[in-house]
């Protein structure tokens, strides 16, 4: 009889590419089990015991069973501990995001109005002082990006899915919600109510353009065009999870890169102006210079945004042993972070070169609009002013997406059971009208870039260091140490200098600043 070769004797299926575990939480939908970190080769795992001599005596079927368990074991690392809350929220509901839905969210979150008003910051700056601010923040926000980014898995068998639980970990559990919780529930609130304002206000404008004077016999008024753009994100915002608004995120990704792009485009193509200067603004005392450069800087911070979403974002991604979430959430941060790149500095450098000090205080699109409205093609400004109120629309569902989260946890903590479909809107509903009567009880949030970025540049700037410091423990008097001390304690400093200056030019210049009145 022919002997069968050896090989034939003990060859065994290959075992499948084990996907992320899932548990079976209360509401019936499903959680993915994340992994951790892997662990050094010598140190005991659950797989140990799964040796060849081990495995020699045992027939094929219970060896199949033990071969699959082994792949199992190593694929997951260890089992994490998971929140079944979780499976019922929009931030973590789903955890099929990947490379790609991570650059449309960042890109969509980290540009957008923001990047209009900075050439009003250079505008009290200058060229040296502004393209070297907006550098240096740009590859600080950049590093304090990547700390965020490592730390979400920091923990073995721990994912922070959110900032505050980042920044309970860090500074404690009482400390670090007074610290977190305000700054990033108000850049989210703050932020979402400045795209009322002005996704209304470039509503409107979009509307004359196209209208001309065809339609002005008995025109929608302000408030009337903040109530139209409130009710259209509220509509968008019934979309479930933060993964399910990943092709609006593209929308808002596309559009602004789109817009920026043709903003200093046609800026730059017109004639300036005939008394245009690039001299700094003038003030009559110091104080007043100081703290209108304080505001500038301010408006500069404000340019970055986001970081209160990098880690929800990286939340809705699975992670295993072999495959954890921060290799493909740096992928798609990284690609975002160079198109924001790409938009930020065109925009502030050919804006200030079109304009100089006489760029107004609601940006480069009104100043395009004041000083060119007759100049360029109808149909390209108003294509410009609807890809603001696209990009607008975007940006206002994953500004939301972590309040709607805090609604929700709120309420299936205490019911222990998941938001139904009435009540998810009612709070979605809620939410977006409250933002709406702040914009019309405090229309000038629009203009407070300086402020909004001065409170929050914590967020940004200054925690995820303290984090990394306190959570990875560098060795002490270390260059990593004294580097991330530093930077923290500058960005404490700058926040309360922006805040101050930010406060005096809405107190000093009657809530705008109001150096150029177009014709």
């Not at 850049?187 to 470039?202: D, M, N, P, V």
Request: glycine share 8%; with cysteine.
């Amino acid at each position: 009889m022919e002997e069968r070769p050896e090989t034939e004797l003990i060859s065994i299926p290959a075992t499948p590419r084990v996907s992320t575990p899932e548990i079976q939480t209360p509401s019936g939908q499903r959680s993915p089990r994340p992994a951790s970190k892997e662990t050094k080769s010598s140190a005991w795992t659950p797989t140990s015991f799964i040796s060849p001599r081990f495995l020699s005596p045992i027939g094929t079927p219970m060896k199949r069973v033990l071969i699959n368990m082994k792949g199992y074991l190593e694929e997951v690392g260890h089992l994490t501990k998971l929140n079944p809350q979780d499976a019922w929220l929009p931030i973590t509901e789903s955890r099929n995001g990947n490379a790609h839905y991570a650059a449309f969210h960042n890109l969509n979150a980290g540009v957008g109005f923001q990047a209009l008003v900075l050439p009003v910051a250079f505008a009290f700056l200058g060229w040296s002082w502004g393209i070297l601010a907006l550098t240096i923040a740009y590859c600080w926000q950049l590093y304090t990006l990547w700390i965020l980014v490592q730390l979400h898995e920091a923990v073995p068998g721990k994912r922070y899915n959110r900032y505050v639980e980042l920044a309970q970990a860090a500074f404690g559990e009482r400390l670090g919600v007074w610290l977190a919780l305000f700054p990033t529930v108000y850049l989210s609130a703050g932020t979402a109510t400045a795209l009322i304002l002005i996704g209304g206000e470039t509503m409107k404008l979009f509307f004359q353009i196209v209208c001309g004077p065809l339609c002005t016999s008995n025109p929608l008024t302000t408030v009337e065009w903040y109530l139209v753009f409130t009710s259209l994100c509220i509509v968008l915002s019934q979309l479930p999870n933060l993964n399910s608004i990943a092709g609006l995120s593209l929308v808002g990704a596309v559009t602004a890169i789109t817009y920026s792009t043709m903003v200093w485009v046609l800026s730059v193509s017109q004639e300036r102006p005939p008394t245009i200067s690039y001299e700094p603004l003038s003030f009559p005392s110091s104080a007043a210079a100081f703290f209108s450069v304080m505001n500038a800087l301010g408006i500069v911070a404000f340019a970055f945004r986001g970081h209160n979403l990098v880690l929800e974002i990286q939340a809705t991604m699975p992670s295993t042993f072999k495959h954890p979430a921060h290799v493909p959430m740096w992928i798609g941060a990284k690609v975002a972070y160079f198109f924001i790149a790409m938009c930020l500095f065109p925009v502030a450098i050919g804006g200030f070169w079109a304009y100089g000090n006489l760029m107004p205080s609601g940006g480069i699109l009104n100043a395009l609009y004041g000083f060119h409205s007759h100049d360029i093609p109808r149909g390209l400004l108003a294509l410009a002013f609807l890809l603001v109120v696209f990009n607008c629309l975007s940006s206002f569902q994953i500004y939301s997406m972590p309040v709607f989260d805090s609604f929700e946890a709120g309420y299936t903590s205490r019911t222990n059971r998941p938001c139904s479909i009435w009540v998810r809107s009612g709070f979605r509903v809620f939410y977006g009208f409250v933002n709406f009567f702040i914009g019309v009880a405090l229309p000038f949030l629009s203009s407070l870039a300086g402020l909004l970025g001065g409170l929050t540049l914590p967020v940004t700037f200054a925690y995820p260091c303290f984090m990394w410091v306190l959570i990875k423990r560098p060795t002490k008097y270390s260059f990593n140490w004294y580097f991330n001390w530093i930077l923290g304690w500058l960005g404490i400093t700058f926040s309360l200098a922006f805040s101050i200056g930010g406060l005096w030019s809405i107190v000093n210049d009657g809530l705008k600043l109001k150096f150029f009145k177009p014709n």
